[in-house]
Structures are given as C-alpha cells and as structure tokens.
C-alpha cells in the first residue's frame, strides 16, 4: 500500500519533515454564541479522545478552541458535527510535499537523461512542437525547427485526449517510435501524453517527460502510477480545476516519492468565449509563491488562436514562469489537431526572440536560435 505522504527508499527529501507538517496541523472551532460549559466540556472531551491537544480561549460571547495534532485525526473527529460548533476553520495548506514549506528553495527537474536543460532554474525553458505527431517527415521538420530557433525539447501526443471520439486519436505507439527517432537525431528530449495508467510504463519506455493533460488531471490512479514510475512528469491544470486542486494533484505523485514535477498552466473554462481558454496569468505568481515546482504556461491551449499565443507567451514570462510549452506545426492548415492554435515555424521563431528580450528583462536567459534565418541572408 502507498499512503499519502509516505516516501519510498531512495528519496532525498527528509521523511521527518513530512511527519511534523503532518503532526503540525490545526483546525479552529469558533462555538456559537452563548453555548454553554458543558457542550464546551463535550468537545474539548471528543477532540482529546480523537489523540488531539486542544487550547481553549474564552472570550465574552464565543469559544475558540484550538485542535492541534495529525492531519487525518483532525478529518476523522469530524468537528463540526459537535453540539455548539458554529464554525471549523482550517489552518494551513493541504499540500505538504508541494508546498514552500517543505522545500524552500526552487526543484530544478533535468528535461533529459544527459546533462542539459534543466526548468526552475534561472533559464526559461522552451518545449516546442505538434500537437500530434503525424508522421515523420512532420515530427522531424517540426523538431529541426524549433531548436533552431532555440526550443530545449520537443513536444507531439502520440496518444491524444479529444473532446470527440470520432476525431484523430493519436497514431499511438508508431508516434512513440517516431519521437524516440526524432530524439535520436536531434538530442532534443521528448515530452508526450500519458492518458491512461496502464499507458505508463509503455510510453516511459520512450519519452523524458511524461504529461499529463488537463482532463487527467484529477486521475488519481495515473497520478499514483506516475508518482511510482518515478519519471518526470509535466502535470496540466484542469479546466476547471483550482489553484490548490492543482497542487493537491501534484501532491498525489510527490507522495508516491517522485520529485520531478513541474505544473503547466493552460488556461481555464471561464465564460469568455473569445479565446479557447482564459490563461490565468494571477496563477503564475501565486504558484511561484505556493510551491517549489516549476511552473510552466501553455499558451497555445489558453489563446486557441495563433495570433493571440504570443501575446500571451509574452504575459507569461513577464509574470513568471519557468517556461513555455507551444504547438507549432509545419502547416497548420492541414494539422490534424490544434490547426488553429499552431504556429508556424516563422511565427514560432518570432515569439522566440520576443521572448528572448522579455526575458532578458525578466533576468532569466532563454536558449540562443542556433541558425541563420533565412530572412536574415
Ligand atoms: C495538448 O497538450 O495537446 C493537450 C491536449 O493539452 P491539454 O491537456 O492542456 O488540453
Ligand atoms: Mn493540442
């Protein structure tokens, strides 16, 4: 069995720490007006019995009795059920692993195998690619493409998420061949989407990073398995998942002892229906503030619309991120997924030395292009 929180053998964080936020934990119960002594002996009676320490503070018309001890005893006492409980106030964060107070300097997760890019730290990290891996040709261009114009790894669904069941679905495995391929020839490493848990280990097989797209995010079987796999996982934010219902997922594989975690803002369903998705731009900072996980932005799945992904990218930066993720396609007018929302390979390198200008400004550093364009011979 794997518990929350538990760690397994080879982890560098310190188990310790995680039992004493665990034991840390507080809730308040603020008694309704006039209750009187004896209901107040009831609780504080049920919150000892439930191995709790309770502190008691009397004011001129309410109660407030503080409950310290483990997390879940606190749950398991069920506190507002208790006769003259008005209100039960948690105190603290629900994620621990993710959480500042666990790990107060930022993690740094390695994109590849070899000594190369790492995201969270002071270079902002640009992944680069289809939506879907169509073919090779496609995946190839794409890959060369985007790392001449300085993207550190390449993105392509091999199997894809789609609202409808009749749409493309991904080519699957031959995808997975053709991204390892395509890593082969270019070095660049591959970031691709898990759906299904007992997609894991197949799909480990082949890529650096696995994602997790926005609809799994609350899949708590896959975030289990991942956690387990211990590979690098690239975690989305739901549509309309919160803030903390984010880190709460994040927690999910942190606790199974997998530390290579980084979170992909991707916009939310709100009820603005001009773009695809609104980007929350507010998360970024309130991520970087919450957690120690890289927190990158996709802003291709928020804008839906090519023209409006550097304008957002660009919003990104500029609050924070670690990096970006971008579908470019080499004709986006034939892309059998995300066409719309696809750059080119000039738009691409355009948003890229954008990017690289804000970014300097931002004091972060972004790969340089590598090529000569050709609009520039
Ligand atoms: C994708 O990255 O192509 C994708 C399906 O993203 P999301 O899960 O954010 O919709
Ligand atoms: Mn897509």
Do not use: W
Not at 206 to 219: I, K, S, T
């Amino acid at each position: 069995m794997h518990g929350p929180f538990v760690f397994q053998p080879g982890t560098t964080r310190d188990d310790s720490r995680i039992l004493s936020l665990r034991h840390g934990s507080v809730m308040i119960i603020v008694t309704a007006i006039g209750t009187p002594d004896s209901a107040i002996e009831r609780i504080v009676e049920h919150v000892e019995r439930c191995g709790l320490r309770v502190n008691v503070s009397r004011g001129e018309q309410r109660t407030i009795i503080g409950c310290i001890g483990d997390h879940d005893r606190l749950i398991a006492a069920n506190l507002g059920r208790l006769e003259g409980v008005e209100q039960v106030l948690k105190v603290g964060k629900p994620y621990k692993l993710a959480s500042r107070a666990f790990a107060a300097s930022p993690t740094h997760v390695a994109l590849g195998d070899a000594a190369g890019t790492v995201v969270g730290g002071r270079e902002l990290v640009v992944i680069g690619g289809p939506c879907s891996v169509e073919g090779r040709d496609m995946l190839q261009h794409t890959a060369r493409a985007v790392q001449a114009s300085g993207a550190r790894a390449l993105r392509g669904g091999a199997f894809k998420p789609r609202s409808s069941p009749y749409a493309f679905q991904g080519l699957g495995a031959e995808a997975l061949e053709l991204l390892a391929e395509t890593r082969r020839d270019t070095g660049l490493p591959v970031v691709t989407e898990v759906l299904d848990p007992r997609q894991v280990e197949l799909v480990a097989e082949y890529a650096d990073v696995l994602q997790v797209g926005a609809r799994n995010m609350q899949n708590f079987a896959l975030l289990t398995e991942l956690g387990q796999a211990r590979r690098r996982v690239l975690l989305k934010r739901g549509l309309s998942a919160t803030i903390t219902e984010l880190l709460m997922a994040a927690e999910y594989i942190l606790a199974q002892g997998n530390t290579q975690v980084m979170l992909c803002e991707r916009g939310i369903r709100t009820y603005e229906t001009a773009t695809r998705n609104t980007l929350d731009v507010a998360a970024i900072p309130v991520l970087k503030r919450e957690t120690h996980l890289p927190v990158l932005v996709d802003p291709s799945h928020a804008a839906g619309k090519a023209d409006l992904v550097t304008p957002l990218a660009m919003a990104a930066i500029a609050a924070g991120a670690d990096g970006l993720l971008v579908e470019v396609h080499p004709d986006p007018t034939c892309a059998q997924s995300d066409g719309e929302q696809s750059l080119t390979f000039e738009a691409f390198d355009q948003l890229m030395r954008q990017a690289r200008v804000l970014a300097g400004a931002m004091g972060r550093t972004i790969a340089p292009a590598t090529v000569v364009e050709s609009a520039a011979v």
